[in-house]
């Protein structure tokens, strides 16, 4: 008989080897296409209404030069991973409650397309 622990720990691993391919099968092109509604607030560099998001992936939350974070996305200790924005695009106030972004990007797919986007960014 397998050890309850190690089959707990069997599970969480099949589990996160089906969810991140899922993000990173994302459509870097359509993504492009898709953040063209985001630059209203997040330009090349960050703007008035948001930060830049060029070299997002695996920076710290609340770091990036040049914009005032909330308070809150600041002391969230968030490191930007494809798991992390996913969760914040689709709710952004539940991921980081207290947060100054405010829209949310719904559909799955559209999600990692954006993030697939993202991550050719830098």
Do not use: Q
């Not at 050890?3 to 990173?24: C, E, F, G, K, M």
């Not at 990036?64 to 924005?85: Q, V």
């Amino acid at each position: 008989m397998i050890h309850p622990r190690i089959t707990a720990a069997l599970v969480a691993a099949a589990l996160s080897a089906v969810a991140v391919p899922a993000l990173a099968a994302g459509d870097a092109a359509r993504g492009k296409t898709l953040f063209s509604r985001c630059v209203t607030c997040h330009k090349p560099a960050s703007g008035p209404m948001g930060p830049s998001l060029n070299g997002v992936l695996g920076r710290k939350a609340g770091t990036a030069t040049g914009f005032r974070y909330s308070k809150a996305l600041t002391a969230s200790g968030k490191t930007w991973s494809e798991t992390e924005l996913d969760a914040f695009l689709a709710a952004p106030g539940k991921a980081v409650p207290g947060t100054s972004m405010f829209i949310n990007v719904a559909n799955p797919k559209d999600r990692a397309d954006v993030i697939a986007y993202l991550a050719t960014v830098k």
